[in-house]
């Protein structure tokens, strides 16, 4: 009897241990950002949260600055199961498709980090964003949004009658259309450029990134203008994973890392938030003009910006997100 009753405890071990082998998930995630930066660190802290919520049972290999392919082709490598999951954004696949410009920046669309999630939370935002990841094999898990970007400039730039005939860096893609639609002079150019060119006066301003990151750039060293609070610009940074991979992951997996991309957001927006107020503080004491935009101004913008999303929305994907973005812009009061 004695015999039998270790032999079945021994079974029991052996069942709980194949059970705990079978449960365990270990990611390959890639993200555009360094370790060191605030965003890289605020990575590791969801990298922590995971391991230690799943009990170990989730395990990250992070890999930082793109360090395996371009921050461009990470998508591809998830999707393909180089990596397990791509942690950039989904402005990168415009080329794929121009539907993933709004899930990466609708670009003049909502005014706060909070509106934004509340389209893809309560809006219906999820699983339209959902219907377009899963046709190119891939889960999408969810955003951390840093915030409001502002531009740099050594014109005022008061209003969108300030826009014609700037001549200023900007991004690939709609954000070219929009500021055309305002006379503008967008030129395209690597985001390492943008100093020298300020330097130089090759340009007069800059679409970067928001006001702390332009600060610690060094930009307004340079010019002596920007906006705040920004309207613009928001890119949305996305968790995506290899939907095979995904699929196969117990519920409880799959449980932590959503509501941990959940804290991922509201740490990011909350420190990036912080982190702009104290920037604007700084600049204001040294003698930047910050151009704070009226309402009446805003929607000038924001309209320049829905005739850019028309032209842009060339798929049925494309057309299905505009749509779904405009219905809950309007229900917020900011389009008619």
């Given at each position: 009897?004695?015999?039998?009753?270790?032999?079945?405890y021994?079974?029991?071990?052996?069942?709980?241990?194949a059970?705990?082998?079978?449960?365990?998930?270990?990611?390959?995630?890639?993200?555009h950002?360094s370790?060191?930066?605030?965003?890289?660190?605020?990575?590791?802290?969801?990298?922590?949260?995971?391991?230690?919520?799943?009990?170990g049972?989730?395990?990250?290999?992070?890999?930082?600055?793109?360090?395996?392919?371009?921050?461009?082709?990470t998508?591809?490598?998830?999707?393909?199961?180089?990596?397990?999951?791509?942690?950039?954004?989904g402005?990168y696949?415009?080329?794929?498709?121009p539907?993933?410009?709004?899930?990466?920046?609708?670009?003049g669309?909502?005014?706060?980090?909070?509106?934004?999630y509340?389209?893809?939370?309560?809006?219906?935002?999820?699983d339209?964003?959902q219907?377009?990841?899963?046709?190119?094999?891939?889960?999408?898990i969810?955003?951390w949004?840093?915030g409001?970007?502002s531009?740099?400039?050594?014109k005022p730039?008061?209003?969108?009658?300030?826009?014609?005939?700037?001549?200023f860096?900007?991004?690939p893609?709609?954000?070219?259309?929009i500021?055309?639609?305002?006379?503008?002079?967008?030129?395209?150019?690597?985001?390492?450029?943008?100093f020298?060119?300020?330097?130089?006066?090759i340009?007069?301003?800059?679409d970067a990134?928001?006001?702390?990151?332009?600060?610690?750039?060094?930009?307004?060293d340079?010019?002596?203008?920007?906006?705040?609070?920004?309207?613009?610009?928001?890119?949305?940074?996305?968790?995506?994973?290899?939907?095979?991979?995904?699929?196969?992951?117990?519920?409880a997996?799959?449980?932590?890392?959503n509501?941990?991309?959940e804290?991922?957001a509201?740490?990011?927006?909350?420190?990036?938030?912080?982190g702009?107020?104290?920037?604007a503080s700084?600049?204001r004491?040294?003698?930047?003009?910050?151009?704070?935009?009226?309402?009446?101004?805003?929607a000038?913008?924001?309209?320049?910006?829905?005739?850019?999303?028309?032209?842009?929305?060339?798929?049925?994907e494309?057309?299905?997100?505009?749509?779904?973005?405009?219905?809950?812009?309007?229900?917020?009061?900011?389009?008619?």
């Open positions: 009897m004695k015999l039998v009753k270790k032999v079945a021994a079974a029991g071990i052996a069942a709980m241990a059970t705990t082998a079978s449960a365990a998930t270990n990611l390959r995630i890639q993200t950002f370790e060191e930066s605030p965003n890289g660190k605020l990575a590791a802290q969801f990298i922590d949260n995971v391991q230690t919520m799943s009990g049972e989730i395990s990250i290999e992070m890999y930082y600055s793109s360090s395996v392919v371009s921050s461009v082709e998508f591809d490598a998830a999707a393909t199961g180089v990596l397990d999951c791509d942690m950039t954004g402005a696949q415009t080329g794929k498709n539907a993933f410009q709004f899930v990466g920046d609708i670009m669309g909502y005014d706060s980090p909070w509106d934004q509340s389209w893809l939370y309560n809006g219906g935002g999820y339209a964003a219907e377009l990841y899963n046709k190119y094999d891939m889960q999408f969810g955003w949004i840093p409001m970007e531009l740099s400039s050594s730039i008061r209003n969108a009658e300030d826009f014609k005939n700037w001549k860096r900007s991004p893609g709609m954000a070219t259309m500021f055309d639609n305002l006379g503008a002079s967008p030129i395209v150019m690597d985001f390492t450029e943008i020298t060119a300020l330097e130089t006066g340009i007069d301003g800059a990134s928001n006001i702390a990151t332009n600060v610690s750039l060094g930009l307004y340079i010019v002596k203008h920007t906006n705040y609070p920004g309207f613009h610009s928001m890119p949305s940074d996305h968790l995506a994973c290899n939907k095979a991979v995904w699929d196969g992951m117990p519920e997996h799959r449980r932590i890392m509501v941990a991309m804290s991922l509201f740490q990011t927006s909350m420190q990036v938030g912080k702009m107020t104290a920037a700084k600049l004491g040294e003698g930047v003009t910050l151009h704070d935009w009226s309402p009446a101004d805003r000038s913008f924001r309209a320049a910006a829905q005739a850019a999303w028309s032209d842009f929305a060339t798929t049925p494309a057309k299905a997100l505009l749509a779904s973005h405009v219905t809950y812009l309007k229900e917020l009061g900011l389009v008619d």
